[in-house]
């Protein structure tokens, strides 16, 4: 029993599993563990000309769109030559592992094939 009074439970693995767009949701009494996360694209290559590129990658969370990367250049000033000015390439990714509570949906989204999940039971 901890100071709180609550009861500490210890977690026990259950099973690997892949998540796609098909909507799943952790099961009561489970937790999922979002390991990895496999993108349908890779890393935008850094365009030469003067457009500015926002790309993101989410998986959808409860039904809403949740971001996990993102890509933005900010392209060639018109006019600038490359060798004047050098463009900025930015990448974000979510950090991992991800906790999902039991009852949370969850599904791949945009720029997403698979969750790579862990699923745990409770256990006292």
Same mark, same amino acid.
């Given at each position: =029993?901890?100071? %709180?009074?609550? &009861?500490a439970q210890?977690?026990?693995?259950?099973?690997?599993?892949?998540?796609?767009?098909? /909507?799943? $949701?952790?099961? /009561?009494?489970? &937790?999922?563990?979002?390991?990895s996360?496999? *993108?349908s694209?890779?890393?935008?290559?850094?365009? /030469? #000309?003067?457009? *500015?590129i926002? &790309? #993101?990658?989410? &998986?959808?969370?409860?039904?809403?769109? $949740? =971001?996990?990367?993102?890509?933005?250049?900010?392209g060639?000033?018109?006019? +600038? !030559?490359?060798?004047?000015f !050098?463009?900025?390439?930015?990448? +974000?990714?979510?950090?991992?592992? =991800? +906790?999902?509570p039991s009852g $949370?949906?969850?599904?791949a989204g945009? %720029?997403?094939?698979?969750? !790579?999940?862990?699923?745990?039971?409770? $256990?006292?």
């Amino acid at each position: =029993m901890t100071a %709180g009074g609550l &009861i500490a439970q210890n977690l026990e693995f259950v099973d690997a599993r892949m998540v796609d767009s098909k /909507t799943d $949701t952790v099961p /009561t009494g489970r &937790i999922w563990k979002v390991e990895s996360i496999v *993108y349908s694209q890779g890393v935008t290559h850094c365009p /030469t #000309s003067s457009n *500015y590129i926002n &790309i #993101s990658d989410s &998986i959808m969370l409860d039904g809403k769109g $949740t =971001m996990v990367r993102a890509q933005r250049f900010s392209g060639l000033h018109p006019g +600038w !030559s490359s060798q004047a000015f !050098s463009p900025e390439f930015i990448v +974000w990714e979510q950090k991992l592992p =991800m +906790w999902l509570p039991s009852g $949370t949906r969850v599904a791949a989204g945009r %720029g997403v094939m698979y969750l !790579s999940v862990l699923e745990f039971k409770k $256990t006292p």
